[in-house]
């Protein structure tokens, strides 16, 4: 099995930065297509990142221009630098790895089989 654990997030004020990371314990991780999705409490769960095993990246629309996906194969870690932060940002950040091998990212969350438990990332205003 694939064990994912999100680590990275906290309180920080619009504007601010933060990185997330996602250590895998995957052995063929540099396989997966990796990404992330954001879920606020009364809201629906929303794709945020993705980067394909080939490195090719997609952002939702809320966060392009602002966040970054990339992975370290080496470290089975995958990272989401968000920079520009703002209060509608906040919400917990869960990781999510697919061991299929599709070359196009994959927005939604059904194609994804393994899921961590998720940081909380709190923007003030």
């Known amino acids: 099995q694939v064990q994912l654990l999100e680590s990275g997030g906290g309180l920080v004020q619009a504007g601010g930065s933060l990185r997330l990371s996602c250590a895998s314990s995957?052995?063929?991780?540099?396989?997966?297509?990796m990404a992330w999705f954001r879920q606020a409490p009364g809201k629906e769960r929303e794709f945020v990142a993705a980067?394909?095993?080939?490195?090719?990246?997609r952002y939702g629309d809320s966060v392009k221009g602002r966040f970054t996906i990339s992975r370290d194969n080496a470290k089975n870690t995958v990272y989401l630098q968000m920079n520009s932060l703002k209060p509608e940002d906040t919400a917990v950040y869960s990781c999510?790895?697919?061991?299929?091998?599709?070359?196009?990212?994959?927005?939604?969350?059904?194609?994804?089989?393994?899921w961590g438990q998720g940081t909380q990332v709190t923007v003030s205003s």
């Open positions: 999510a790895a697919s061991t299929g091998r599709a070359v196009i990212p994959a927005t939604g969350a059904g194609s994804y089989d393994y």
């Open positions: 995957g052995r063929t991780f540099s396989s997966y297509g």
């Open positions: 980067i394909t095993w080939t490195g090719t990246t």
